[in-house]
T-cell receptor
Framework: DVKVTQSSRYLVKRTGEKVFLECVQDMDHENMFWYRQDPGLGLRLIYF???????EKGDIPEGYSVSREKKERFSLILESASTNQTSMYLCASHGAYEQYFGPGTRLTVT | AQTVTQSQPEMSVQEAETVTLSCTYD???????LFWYKQPPSRQMILVIR??????QNATENRFSVNFQKAAKSFSLKISDSQLGDAAMYFCAYRGTTSGTYKYIFGTGTRLKVLA
């Protein structure tokens, strides 16, 4: 079975902190994604990566950056966390036919 | 740009009954994929069913089936013999084939409640 893991299920950070969310997949997938999930808005794509060190902006990249130094690991970085970044963050990787999701990180910025 | 619309924020169904969740999409592409994903409370999102646009036959997975109407750009999910474990958020998603990426576009979701 494909496994996508995220470093934390719940995270509480203060405004202005630098925040790292990590995602690891164990199936050698080339494509990985970071989404933000908010009630009534569905899943919105923040960034995606199609190979090591390769990345593309999604629909809402402002305030975020990403890093992919190894194929299995895709990190989302909030350079200076703000309260409007309080949300559920989902990581996914794409296999042959579908995206596989991690359990999500619920981030609260106070 | 492609869009995916789920017009039912919430639906309820009695256990053992049938329910249909609606999804419409807009695209100018002729070849694409459509998906229904399920997100149970506090659990991981999983794929329910997948449909290739070039296939006329509607996809089926056990109690889950779709009604794919390509001309109408409609992709509804039917759940038969609903069970308590079907209670979840359901997301409809679209992936095109012309961009060369695996980007998905998701709808806003439908919360399904199953009543005992």
């Amino acid at each position: 079975d494909v496994k996508v893991t995220q470093s934390s299920r719940y995270l509480v950070k203060r405004t202005g902190e630098k925040v790292f969310l990590e995602c690891v997949q164990d199936m050698d997938h080339e494509n990985m994604f970071w989404y933000r999930q908010d009630p009534g808005l569905g899943l919105r794509l923040i960034y995606f990566s199609y190979d090591v060190k390769m990345k593309e902006k999604g629909d809402i990249p402002e305030g975020y950056s990403v890093s992919r130094e190894k194929k299995e690991r895709f990190s989302l970085i909030l350079e200076s966390a703000s309260t409007n970044q309080t949300s559920m963050y989902l990581c996914a990787s794409h296999g042959a036919y579908e995206q596989y999701f991690g359990p999500g990180t619920r981030l609260t910025v106070t | 740009a492609q869009t995916v619309t789920q017009s039912q924020p919430e639906m309820s169904v009695q256990e053992a009954e049938t329910v249909t969740l609606s999804c419409t999409y807009d695209t100018s592409e002729s070849d694409y994929y459509l998906f229904w994903y399920k997100q149970p409370p506090s659990r991981q999102m999983i794929l329910v069913i997948r449909q290739e646009a070039y296939k006329q036959q509607n996809a089926t997975e056990n109690r889950f089936s779709v009604n794919f109407q390509k001309a109408a750009k409609s992709f509804s999910l039917k759940i038969s013999d609903s069970q308590l474990g079907d209670a979840a958020m359901y997301f409809c998603a679209y992936r095109g084939t012309t961009s060369g990426t695996y980007k998905y576009i998701f709808g806003t979701g439908t919360r399904l409640k199953v009543l005992a």
